[in-house]
């Protein structure tokens, strides 16, 4: 099979790997054999070729790599239908050779000890964010005739970057059982290389990036890799940025949910709690589809849709106490002389606003507050009307010498009683209009000396 990555993002291959699937940024061609001009594309991808190539198309493959191109070798186990030997054509080329068995590791598995877990990675950027993959069935290969010292290993312009080996328990069998590494040889899995200014790798496990791709970390590994290959390893931070960015907005947006759901949000508004819903459903579902940029900016939409819809209801909230406060304050002057007893109710419901659980519970005890105010209003706007009644009709006709300032006092404080009034605001209007009376009481015994000034006369 051959797989080729154009450049502009354009992905040619000869089979249906269901890699392809999740490589979102490329579109998909189908090509049966190597173009003749490969300088469009960053990657060519080799998988159990079943026929061999000509010397012409090798060679043009290797100047490809050499001169900056990258390149994937993918075999299979047991030279699956002979297609490890075609490999081995092209591998050869580069100093690769794939053998024709199978790694077992009866020690570190999935599922069954032919699936080897892989869990001790070289430093490479294709490793980031990756603790263990599952080689699945897969063959062995070696690097032959290596030369040079030191972790890099040169033969000619080849460099060996990094190699995955199998564990210490593991060891590789042809079909027929015949043992090609023993236990301790530690089977080489997959590799990276630098081939003049180009890149390869070569792995023994086409169902890494096939049927067993959503297995352990092997999803991830895959689209590392193909940023690697193409030259674009910068995409790897990236993409693992966004990666915890999208799960710590997930888990953020999921808490703030269930706060918010606490606190009565469903009942203030159970449309935001729905998009909410929505939002993180499909924030898990780009996650787990490795679109982490979008699933990031699906959770941070759901974080603002929580925020704001608790936002407005505490402003409800807010406002509810705001008006309970409001209405007491406009009642207490004259409830704490005329109401008492409403008004200690009044004031115990209000101190018991903060202490309920969820915003309508906080609203509604705040509505009884207002209630019970308007109750006591009531009764204040009875009492507040019979002493401006009898205020007036204390105010008589001035007459006299004496008394003249009281008499004014008397009038002014009805003033201020009947505007109080007209406000609701009837505490105040009581206390004026009570203030206005013993004005007019004053007046009264200051006209009294009038009486006695004209007996004298």
Known sequence: MLILILAQGSILFTDDLKVTTLLHDSSISVAMDIPADLSAFDAVVISTPPTMYSVEKIQQLKSYVESGGGIMLLAEENNLDGTTLVLNQIAQEFSIMFYSDRVYDDQNYYEHSSWISLTSFPSHPVFQGITSLVYASGCSF???????????????????EG???????????KYDGLLVHERGSFPACIGFFTVGEGRMMVCGDLGLFHDQLDLADNTLFALNLFDWLAGNTENIAERLHYKSLASDNISSAQSLLQSALSHGL???????????????????????????????????EALHLIQQGESEAQAAVDAAIASAQTCISQIERGAREYLPSQLEAATYYFNEITDQETYKEKIEKAREVITLCEEIRVGL???????????TAAIGPYRGI????????????????????????????????????????????????????????
């Open 381 to 391: 706007q009875g009492a507040a009307e019979r002493e401006i009644e009898q205020a």
């Open 163 to 173: 190699i995955i080996t199998a564990s210490s328990h593991a060891y590789s069998e």
């Open 266 to 300: 469903n009942e203030m508004n159970p449309i935001i709690i729905q998009q909410a819903n929505f939002l993180i459903d499909e924030a898990d579902r780009l996650f787990t589809s490795y679109h982490y940029e979008d699933s990031s900016r699906k959770a941070e």
């Open 402 to 457: 004496f008394g003249r300032r009281d008499h004014h006092s008397a009038r002014v404080y009805l003033e201020y009683a009947q505007e109080s009034a007209e406000k609701g605001e009837y505490g105040e209007a009581i206390v004026f209009a009570q203030q206005s009376q013993i004005y007019s009481e004053k007046v009264e015994q200051e006209q009294k000396k009038d009486y006695v000034l004209l007996a004298g006369i």
């Open 142 to 160: 070696e690097v032959v005739e290596p030369a040079g010292t030191g972790d890099t290993q040169v033969r000619g312009a080849i460099a060996v």
